[in-house]
């Protein structure tokens, strides 16, 4: 047999040798005595199932990284965080994970203190980390990770991004869907290894139940030419023909021809077939290890010495668990690659602002500012079907854009854009939102890992908003539950004219690390004072002098959005003149401001409140979301005063905007009259 199969198998072994010590063992971890319960852990958990099909795609392809006459710089994603076992027995295999966690040494004793700590590793936990190989994607949310590696392929062409996907995992709508949005953007290079164990957590997966002519016509309708190859015992002669197949799917894709490779394999292969008189091999019973009693059900024990011992661990380690043989050769030879740490050279050089001019409508500013950050290199704007609607047709042919009517997809394009350490930004309504609800969350939690490394922000602009659209057409949960978060990469931000809206997407577009939610509306609103501009995009707030009396304030208004701003003018303009010495206006660009500082960056401490909002004045906020977001972030502050808010709730029905607006109480006549309500009560409590 050849040298590289050879070193297929025993890194496949390690890894999964490595896997099964995790699971269930304390003690002996090189069996270099007989097992006996004592050495064994007393509950032992985790997830099994991945773990044999996603070591032998990750062991394959480190190995055909490595190959010099082949080699292709291939950047492996697990798409399954329950694979984060084979994560850390790989990583401590190479010795990456001693890099990391100095006490996880890759030797006998590294690996007894691995095996002690696992679930909860020093931080890193049992789920897929981006601290090492192959944790690219935040795995533990089901169904992102085709489409994140097509995003992140796009931004690094020499690169092919190789996302390893379960079979239960085709299932969700963002996979399914990212199949087909692929013919969107041909130039990607992404190889999908699919494993198709059979099963999902609770039954048989869609996919495990086609045959194979089913499953070829499947993956060929959505454009992808399938190569199936099948494992059932972990050969050499298998190892040999994956390794064929992979050679062949790499080759297709370098010369962008889309390809998918279909691991078929039973579930938990390799590991007990039955147990108390029962199948578990290619079952669900193998989601997790089926070995949970081994202090005290001597076939349990038994089954793990020869499960652990059909490894054959002595070929791999020598006495003090340093790699022998083949397993070091492997070592040697395979290589993970990762998406580049830094932005290229010319495109950090080239960055470009759309300058400080005035714009007088959403669409020129919008148009404006993506074409100056275009033109730097290194940036793409993604929308679902929506440029035209939302008045930025003049974005749609740009070789930069790219549309698709699968939000969720989109949102995994940008994430894997800029985890490339690309720019961009994913404009769409702002009803339709809330499906990047979980993405979002699940990629906050990925960049909270990863926040000493500097990744370009994630950017939406969400426009369209309910206040001028149909009745399904109103949703501004997105921002609601972001802001409830309490994460401080969060930033929402209410320009109240087009002038801001360009300046809050170029400060956007430049930031790092973030999560910016632009909100403005596609319909051309009045223009406010420009002079305050500078001080909103620094401070994130500012005091609107022609709107707000010279002394001190019996009552404060603060404006978050464009049709806020619009409308507290109009109402301002109504009152009488003695009542309009009373008011202060606020303009507030980034809602955040208003958080408690020592949740939110930008948040304003308490003097700072009472610079901008008064010593005792009453308040008033008009915001174009819900509500509820404004009294989070008030939490329990301000209750030395009246505070109201009015924002979005849900109409009982269809109704024509200015109705609506009136009975939400955002018009200027309903605005009019709780102004004079506030003052009328600040004066008799005066």
Avoid at 383 to 391: A, C
Wanted: proline share 6%; glycine share 10%.
């Amino acid at each position: 047999m050849d040298e590289t199969t050879l070193r297929a198998d025993a890194l496949w072994r390690a890894a999964v040798y490595a896997s099964v010590g995790l699971l269930h063992l304390h003690e002996n971890v090189l069996l270099s005595e007989p097992l006996t319960a004592a050495h064994t852990k007393p509950r032992p958990s985790g997830h099994w199932g991945t773990v044999p099909g996603t070591a032998w795609a990750l062991g394959h392809i480190g190995l055909a990284a490595g190959d010099a006459a082949h080699g292709q710089r291939l950047v492996p994603l697990l798409g399954a965080g329950h694979a984060g076992v084979v994560q850390l027995a790989m990583a401590w295999l190479t010795g990456e994970l001693g890099r990391v966690r100095s006490r996880f040494s890759r030797n006998r004793e590294g690996l007894t203190r691995l095996c002690q700590a696992f679930p909860e590793v020093d931080g890193l936990g049992s789920e897929v980390t981006p601290h090492l190989l192959a944790g690219g994607f935040c795995g533990g949310r089901l169904g992102g990770a085709l489409a994140f590696a097509q995003g992140a392929a796009l931004a690094v062409p020499d690169h092919i991004v190789m996302p390893v996907i379960g079979d239960g995992e085709c299932e969700t709508p963002t996979t399914a869907a990212a199949w087909l949005a692929g013919n969107a953007i041909p130039t990607a290079r992404v190889l999908p290894v699919v494993h198709v164990n059979g099963f999902r957590m609770g039954g048989r997966s869609l996919l495990g139940e086609m045959a194979e002519g089913q499953l070829k016509t499947y993956a060929s309708g959505l454009g992808w030419h399938p190569l199936i190859t099948e494992v059932t015992d972990g050969s050499l002669e298998e190892h040999r023909a994956f390794r064929h197949a992979l050679r062949e799917a790499v080759e297709m894709t370098a010369s962008r021809r889309r390809c998918a490779l279909f691991l078929c394999c039973p579930k938990g292969w390799g590991g007990p077939e039955t147990m108390s008189g029962r199948r578990v091999l290619g079952t669900p019973r193998t989601h997790k290890t089926p070995l949970t009693n081994l202090w005290r059900d001597d076939e349990q024990l038994q089954l793990l010495r020869e499960w652990l011992a059909s490894y054959r661990p002595q070929e791999l380690f020598d006495a003090e668990g340093q790699p022998t043989g083949a397993l070091a050769r492997a070592l040697d030879a395979a290589r993970w690659h990762r998406l580049p740490s830094e932005r290229p050279e010319s495109e950090r050089k080239a960055e470009a602002t759309p300058g400080q001019g005035r714009f007088i409508s959403f669409a020129e500013a919008v148009t404006t500012t993506v074409g100056a950050h275009s033109a730097a290199g290194g940036f793409r704007v993604f929308s679902p079907d929506e440029l035209g609607s939302n008045r930025l047709g003049q974005l749609v042919d740009m070789e930069w854009s790219t549309e698709v009517l699968a939000e969720e997809v989109l949102l995994e394009w940008l994430a894997g854009w800029t985890a490339a350490r690309r720019r961009g930004v994913l404009i769409s309504y702002e009803a339709f939102a809330p499906l990047f609800t979980s993405g979002l969350v699940a990629h906050l939690k990925q960049r909270r890992l990863q926040a000493k490394l500097p990744v370009p922000s994630l950017n939406l602009v969400l426009t369209s908003y309910g206040w001028h659209n149909v009745y399904s057409h109103g949703d501004p949960s997105l921002a609601t539950t972001l802001l409830a978060l309490g994460d401080p990469a969060v930033h929402v931000l209410v320009p109240a004219d087009a002038t801001r809206t360009a300046r809050a997407l170029d400060v956007a577009l430049h930031s790092e690390g973030q999560v910016n939610v632009v909100v403005a509306g596609k319909h051309i609103t009045a223009d406010q004072p420009a002079h305050t501009i500078e001080k909103e995009v620094t401070r994130g707030l500012a005091v609107w002098p022609d709107l707000s009396g010279d002394a001190e304030p019996d009552l404060t208004v603060v404006v978050a959005g464009d049709l806020p701003a619009e409308t507290a003018r109009r109402a301002i303009d109504g009152l009488a003149a003695a009542d309009r010495k009373r008011v202060r206006t606020v303009g507030v660009l980034d809602l955040t401001v208003l958080g408690d500082p020592q949740i939110w960056p930008r948040g304003l401490a308490d003097p700072d409140l009472r610079h901008y909002l008064g010593d005792h004045a009453s308040l008033l906020v008009l915001t174009l979301g819900h509500p509820a977001a404004v009294w989070g972030l008030l939490g329990a502050r301000l209750r030395d005063r009246h505070v109201e808010v009015t924002g979005w709730r849900e109409p009982p029905g269809p109704m024509p905007q200015k109705e609506l607006a009136a009975s939400l109480g955002l018009d200027a006549d309903g605005v009019g009259r709780a102004m004079r309500t506030l003052l009328a009560e600040r004066r008799r409590s005066a």
